[in-house]
């Protein structure tokens, strides 16, 4: 199974980074990062099952099976330090990630979680139960999608049962208790996202023993495309802080 694209490798890099996609999304959507990172930095997208060259593999709905799956496809990677960014769904993704491998006795650089409450704030919702419409009309209305692609039956077909399984898996997502990360995490998110604030962008430092930071950019949910360069930067900083401080 390939669980990660990485269209420039870099046997020479001292960090990866693994990028896990929104709810729909793919490894694709990081495309433009792989030489956009610094070349101290490897970039792994992560690719979900259901979607994409993995499009005959079973959809997984549940946050922590999932986390659990790419903790093991990443064992092979762990030769050298790792950080793990989410968008959205990602970063809960993400950071059930980083427990995983803390829980593994290998823990993370950086938590980059992006355009997400934090997962302890539980935020029940039904969309994933709606209509195929209301499901559009969601994903639309953040950004996520041109109204002209979901017009196209074929790809509506193509996409939708990949939005439902994400939508069903976050909102059917619930925190479990347990220690603390021991790693960073820089909260991101648009100024205009209606999805998050500042504020519960801020409670994400409750996961963590070590620093978080929230990180405010100008655009909606989807901010970072746009602003990629921005975002990247913010990356690179935040690691090589931590680098600098280490003993």
């Known amino acids: 199974m390939n669980w990660f694209h990485c269209y420039q490798p870099r046997p020479y890099a001292s960090l990866r980074l693994f990028c896990f996609p929104h709810a729909g999304g793919s490894a694709s959507f990081y495309r433009g990062w792989h030489a956009a990172a610094p070349h101290s930095v490897e970039v792994r997208a992560v690719q979900y099952p259901g979607r994409g060259d993995r499009r005959a593999d079973p959809f997984v709905d549940d946050a922590h099976h999932l986390a659990g799956l790419v903790a093991d496809a990443m064992a092979p990677l762990l030769d050298r330090p790792v950080a793990l960014f989410g968008h959205s769904m990602g970063a809960l993704i993400a950071y059930e990630v980083a427990r995983t491998l803390e829980a593994r006795?290998?823990?993370v650089t950086h938590l980059f979680a992006s355009g997400r409450h934090a997962p302890h704030e539980h935020r029940p919702g039904d969309t994933h139960a709606g209509s195929n419409d209301e499901l559009i009309d969601e994903i639309v209305?953040?950004?996520?999608?041109?109204?002209?692609?979901m017009?196209?039956?074929?790809i509506r077909e193509l996409a939708l049962?990949?939005?439902r399984n994400d939508y069903r898996l976050d909102e059917t997502y619930r925190h479990r208790p347990g220690g603390v990360l021991a790693c960073p995490v820089t909260a991101l998110l648009g100024g205009d996202d209606p999805e998050v604030t500042p504020e519960q962008a801020?409670?994400?430092g409750e996961l963590t023993r070590a620093r978080c930071t929230v990180r405010?950019?100008?655009g909606d949910h989807f901010y970072l495309v746009p602003r990629?360069?921005?975002v990247i930067a913010e990356l690179s900083r935040a690691v090589t802080t931590a680098w600098a401080s280490t003993p």
Do not use: K, N, S
Request: aromatic fraction near 4%.
């Open 105 to 107: 006795g290998r823990g």
């Open 141 to 149: 209305a953040l950004g996520g999608v041109e109204p002209e692609l």
């Open 151 to 154: 017009a196209d039956p074929d």
């Open 161 to 163: 049962p990949a939005i």
């Open 202 to 204: 801020a409670r994400w």
């Open 216 to 218: 405010t950019l100008d």
């Open 228 to 230: 990629q360069d921005e």
